[in-house]
Nanobody, 118 residues
């Protein structure tokens, strides 16, 4: 069984920075793509950033130039560096990974709250 554990959320003032981490644990698995999604109150979950196993990246237009996704394959960990945070970035952030254990399945973390005050 594979688990994704997130950390790094919190409260920050507008213009500040936070770094989210998500580590996958378990045995006998490999990871394809990893990504970060977010869900604000009353809104649908949306893609924030995505990174493939070949380290190609994709970002939502709203975070381009401010957020950076990266991964450490040796640690099975994905990071999201968030700079120049805005109040509209306030949401629960979820980690997602496409994990292969014989077949490929989508796994989600438990979510971490990011609150940006104005």
């Amino acid at each position: 069984q594979v688990q994704l554990v997130e950390s790094g959320g919190g409260l920050v003032q507008a213009g500040g920075s936070l770094r989210l981490s998500c580590a996958a644990s378990g045995s006998d698995f490999s990871i394809k793509s990893m990504g970060w999604y977010r869900q604000a109150p009353g809104k649908q979950r949306e893609l924030v950033a995505f990174i493939t196993s070949g380290v190609s990246t994709k970002y939502a237009d709203s975070v381009k130039g401010r957020f950076t996704i990266s991964r450490d394959n040796a640690k099975n960990t994905v990071y999201l560096q968030m700079n120049s945070l805005k109040p509209e970035d306030t949401a629960v952030y979820y980690c997602n990974a496409q994990i292969v254990i014989i077949i490929t399945r989508s796994y989600w973390g438990q979510g971490t709250q990011v609150t940006v005050s104005s």
